[in-house]
């Protein structure tokens, strides 16, 4: 049975270092102590309706379980290096609050935290909201539905992953992602996805600039693009759009398949010897 601790306060270093079985239920961590890392180093870990006002309290944590708690701007890099965790119907909101961690759930939570998820792995994130820069950065099996992000230069270098149902307002997401699908979801901002490699699209909504360039193995199905000009330059594509598009520049190979298009952008005389220029068909 878990050693309980509730109704407390504690601010001093390391106050609950290498605790092992512990529920902790209604807690503050915060106080003129100022103390860091108050469960570093610790497993098997239950947090119910506690509040973090402190730095660095879940490094290097095993089967950790946390719901219903408050993570302030205050409670930076909140977890590092901890795996076996599970998030619920909790904020976190200080900077980089997820960090080389492995096999996380995040459910119903709130998220406004810059640097959120770097070089994560195995991870579920459900029914949540986020606000970030650099989000989720060189992260690999992502899981994502129903997560809404408003934020910049989000999904970079990530590999290997899944996002349904997702609304994405976020510019210069996906550079350099490889091996990744996204159904059922709405991405809005500048750039989208440049320099990508094994990246579908579908039926989702697409809006803005200049988007999905320099992409390799790249497919779009059922898909709308609002707004998009310049659209596909350098890039290996299959599309099949079902909506207007302002312009397509230059895609390297593949055939695209779109409603209809104001301007098809053909001068480049660059490409290289072994490459051909795409096809765009308009299929109304």
């Known amino acids: 049975m878990n050693k309980l601790i509730s109704n407390q ?8 270092y290498g605790s092992d079985g512990v529920e902790i ?18 497993c098997n870990i239950e947090v119910k309706n506690s509040f973090f006002n402190l730095r660095y309290p879940f490094w290097h944590d095993t089967n950790l379980n946390i719901t219903g ?16 965790a599970v998030i619920t119907d909790t904020k976190m909101h200080g900077i980089k609050a997820l960090r080389e961690c492995s096999d996380i ?8 935290s810059p640097e959120f998820g770097w070089s994560v792995t195995n991870i579920v994130m459900k029914n949540s909201a986020a606000q970030s820069e650099y989000f989720m950065m060189r992260s690999s099996n992502i899981r994502f539905d129903n997560v809404s992000l408003k934020g910049k ?19 210069d997401a996906f550079w350099h992602a490889k091996n990744i699908v996204i159904r059922n979801s709405v991405i809005k901002g500048e750039y989208l996805a440049w320099y990508c490699e094994n ?12 988007p999905l360039c320099y992409c390799k193995n790249l497919k779009l199905i059922n898909c709308e693009m609002l707004e998009a000009d310049f659209a596909f330059e350098k890039s290996d594509v299959e599309a099949t759009i079902v909506s ?3 312009s397509i520049k230059n895609p390297k ?3 695209i398949h779109v409603k209809n298009v104001e301007e098809i952008i053909m001068d480049d005389d660059i490409m290289d010897d072994d490459s051909a220029a795409g096809e765009v068909v308009i299929s109304k």
């Open 9 to 16: 306060t504690f601010d001093e270093e390391r106050a609950l």
């Open 253 to 255: 190979s593949g055939t």
């Open 69 to 84: 708690s408050v993570m302030t701007e205050k409670c930076r890099a909140a977890l590092w290096y901890t795996s076996n």
């Open 105 to 112: 759930r995040v459910e119903n939570c709130d998220i406004v």
């Open 25 to 42: 239920d209604n807690c503050t961590f915060d106080g003129p102590a100022d103390g860091e890392s108050a469960l570093k180093e610790s």
């Open 244 to 246: 207007d598009m302002i």
């Open 153 to 171: 230069y989000s999904f970079q270098y990530i590999e290997d992953s899944v996002f349904e149902n997702c609304n994405f307002d976020t510019k």
């Open 199 to 210: 990246v579908t699209f579908e039926n989702c909504t697409i809006i803005g600039t200049q």
